[in-house]
């Protein structure tokens, strides 16, 4: 499996600032997700970060909203922009990783947000 | 369209007795199939998956999934519940569409509550 840290582990905001979610891998990966999960709901997918190229985003999310970077193969932050209490969510990182003859998931421990 | 069903909110088991955990889907092609569960203020931990094979696939901590493709169900399961396994499960499918990289579609999720 793969050991995935996420900074900050959670934090409480004021609407109309931004936060920077960083996501961190023990090893080189090629594909960076990242997913939000928002109060007593089941986890969405936000974007797909490559490294070297523009992440691609779900329908719904856009990129002056949630800005991804993927500098190189073991590291992604996320940022929040622009806050509102509707983005308070569990923000979490998940890697691809070869496993046998299929690719598995794995995921950080989220990052909770707050957004007074 | 891509989906997965988890109809239950919640399920509550006594202790020592066996659970099931359901799990509908809907997708295009042949799916893979995954159980991720989630305890308090963690990240997903991944259960068990089902790629191609046998029906009955085994997990972790002893919880094991019957894909059964009549039925479009992948419902989880174990013998004997503890305490230990109250939690939130989440049923996912990868999006056949999604080219060749693992795009998850969850469920709701289904908390888990097993009683002393």
């Known amino acids: 499996s793969a050991v995935i840290s996420q900074k900050p582990s959670r934090d409480i905001c004021q609407r109309g600032t931004s936060l920077t979610i960083q996501c961190q891998v023990d090893s080189q990966v090629t594909m960076m997700f990242w997913y939000r999960q928002q109060p007593g709901q089941s986890l969405t997918l936000i974007a797909t970060a490559n490294q070297g190229s523009e992440a691609t985003y779900e329908s719904g999310f856009v990129i002056d909203k949630f800005p991804i970077s993927r500098p190189n193969l073991t590291f992604s932050t996320l940022t929040v922009s622009n806050m509102s209490p509707e983005d308070s969510s569990i923000y979490l990182c998940s890697v691809e990783r070869i496993s046998g003859a299929y690719n598995e998931q794995f995921f950080g421990p989220g990052t909770r947000l707050t957004v007074l | 369209a891509q989906s997965v069903a988890q109809p239950e909110d919640q399920v509550n088991v006594a202790e020592g007795n066996p659970l099931t955990v359901k799990c509908t889907y809907s997708v295009s092609g042949n799916p893979y199939l995954f159980w991720y569960v989630q305890y308090p203020n963690r990240g997903l931990q991944f259960l068990l998956k089902y790629i191609t094979g046998d029906n009955l696939v085994k997990g972790s901590y002893g919880f094991e999934a019957e894909f059964n493709k009549s039925q479009t169900s992948f419902h989880l399961k174990k013998p004997s519940a503890l305490v230990s396994d109250s939690a939130l499960y989440f049923c996912?499918?990868?999006?056949?569409?999604?080219?060749?990289?693992?795009?998850?579609?969850f469920g709701a999720g289904t908390r888990l509550a097993v009683h002393p």
């Open positions: 996912a499918v990868r999006d056949p569409l999604s080219g060749g990289y693992n795009k998850l579609i």
